[in-house]
T-cell receptor, first 116, second 114 residues
Framework: GENVEQHPSTLSVQEGDSAVIKCTYSDSASNYFPWYKQELGKRPQLIIDIRSNVGEKKDQRIAVTLNKTAKHFSLHITETQPEDSAVYFCAASIRWPGAGSYQLTFGKGTKLSVIP | DVKVTQSSRYLVKRTGEKVFLECVQDMDHENMFWYRQDPGLGLRLIYFSYDVKMKEKGDIPEGYSVSREKKERFSLILESASTNQTSMYLC?????????????FGEGSWLTVV
């Protein structure tokens, strides 16, 4: 099955600096790569995703890049703000045979702290 | 707005008890999931269901079972709770339509087994 490695496990940055979180995956059939943000005590929520036919996607201060050859993808947050402090999870998915649905495998998470 | 509701936010159960965690979604999603979240281990899939009465094992199904009798409801069952099942349990749902399949999570259920 799919295996997703996520680094670093913790990350501290000064407000205004950039933050980068990296993930690698093992299954070359994976074709969908979402990123979730989980604030303390809250549910994980999708912040950005990318598909295997795209190399980069940007949404305001966040961007995701994908290198299919190397099987890794990264989340980039620019001009970080204290409200960006949370745990971030990457995930990779493959279509579940016969089920018409994607099965997501998550990384172990990165705790980002933005220091004012 | 998608709503995934988990009936119990905090539960304390005794070892050996049978535990039911209930989840309801209101978006007519075909897929429903149960994940377990532990510090340092991320989100691990226990079971998922892609249709009524259909279920598939995830990465860590041992000690758990599920039930999906209605499309909107997906239950996680611990037949005989053990202390190593103390954790946060997240229910989620997604649609099979389109190519997005964004997963929407519930608020989570904190289970303590003593």
């Amino acid at each position: 099955g799919e295996n997703v490695e996520q680094h670093p496990s913790t990350l501290s940055v000064q407000e205004g600096d950039s933050a980068v979180i990296k993930c690698t995956y093992s299954d070359s059939a994976s074709n969908y790569f979402p990123w979730y943000k989980q604030e303390l005590g809250k549910r994980p929520q999708l912040i950005i995703d990318i598909r295997s036919n795209v190399g980069e996607k940007k949404d305001q201060r966040i961007a995701v890049t994908l290198n299919k050859t190397a099987k890794h993808f990264s989340l980039h947050i620019t001009e970080t703000q204290p409200e960006d402090s949370a745990v971030y999870f990457c995930a990779a998915s493959i279509r579940w045979p016969g089920a018409g649905s994607y099965q997501l495998t998550f990384g172990k998470g990165t705790k980002l702290s933005v220091i004012p | 707005d998608v709503k995934v509701t988990q009936s119990s936010r905090y539960l304390v159960k005794r070892t050996g008890e049978k535990v039911f965690l209930e989840c309801v979604q209101d978006m007519d999603h075909e897929n429903m999931f149960w994940y377990r979240q532990d510090p340092g281990l991320g989100l691990r899939l226990i079971y998922f269901s892609y249709d009524v009465k259909m279920k598939e094992k995830g990465d860590i199904p041992e000690g758990y079972s599920v039930s999906r009798e209605k499309k909107e409801r997906f239950s996680l069952i611990l037949e005989s709770a053990s202390t190593n099942q103390t954790s946060m349990y997240l229910c989620a749902s997604s649609s099979q339509q389109g190519s997005g399949n964004t997963i929407y999570f519930g608020e989570g259920s904190w289970l303590t087994v003593v």
